[in-house]
């Protein structure tokens, strides 16, 4: 009985281990996710786009990836938006290579400014 009551709370100790090492990784995967954001939004790029892909990018968190395809809803009149509840995703396109690398660019440049965490408890 004893053993059993030691092995359940090594377990226990194991698990809360495991759960704060995500949680303390995920926090920072949402400071680079939010600081990505803010070099977006602080940038003077006036391709509406190309801005809406590169945040859809960031939410998504696919900066590493060589190649992408997003969902959008594409309008009658050939106009590209954002997939909700009131238009759904109709049309999945790849996206260009060029957003993917300016995507590698900013959050190499993020990732400087955040160092990544201690995880080991």
Same mark, same amino acid.
Request: net charge positive; charged share 25%; glycine share 2%.
């Given at each position: 009985?004893?053993f059993?009551?030691?092995?359940?709370l090594?377990?226990?100790?194991?698990? *809360?281990?495991? @759960?704060q090492?995500?949680?303390?990784?995920?926090?920072w %995967?949402?400071? %680079?996710?939010?600081?990505?954001?803010?070099? /977006?939004g602080n940038?003077s790029?006036?391709?509406?786009?190309?801005?809406?892909?590169?945040?859809?990018? *960031? @939410?998504?968190?696919?900066w590493h990836?060589? #190649?992408?395809?997003?969902?959008?809803?594409?309008? #009658?009149?050939?106009? /590209? /938006?954002? =997939?909700?509840?009131?238009? @759904?995703? *109709?049309v999945? %396109? =790849?996206?260009?290579s060029? &957003? %993917?690398?300016?995507?590698?660019?900013l &959050?190499?440049?993020?990732r400087?400014? &955040?160092r990544?965490p201690?995880?080991?408890?």
């Open positions: 009985m004893l059993k009551r030691h092995y359940l090594v377990m226990f100790k194991r698990v *809360n281990q495991d @759960k090492t995500l949680e303390i990784h995920l926090s %995967l949402t400071k %680079l996710e939010d600081m990505v954001r803010s070099f /977006l940038s790029i006036g391709d509406e786009l190309f801005l809406t892909t590169c945040y859809r990018i *960031n @939410k998504s968190h696919l990836y060589s #190649s992408v395809d997003l969902k959008w809803h594409q309008t #009658s009149d050939g106009q /590209l /938006l954002v =997939p909700s509840k009131s238009h @759904k995703a *109709n999945t %396109l =790849p996206v260009s060029d &957003i %993917l690398f300016f995507m590698r660019k &959050i190499k440049r993020a400087k400014g &955040i990544f201690q995880l080991k408890l």
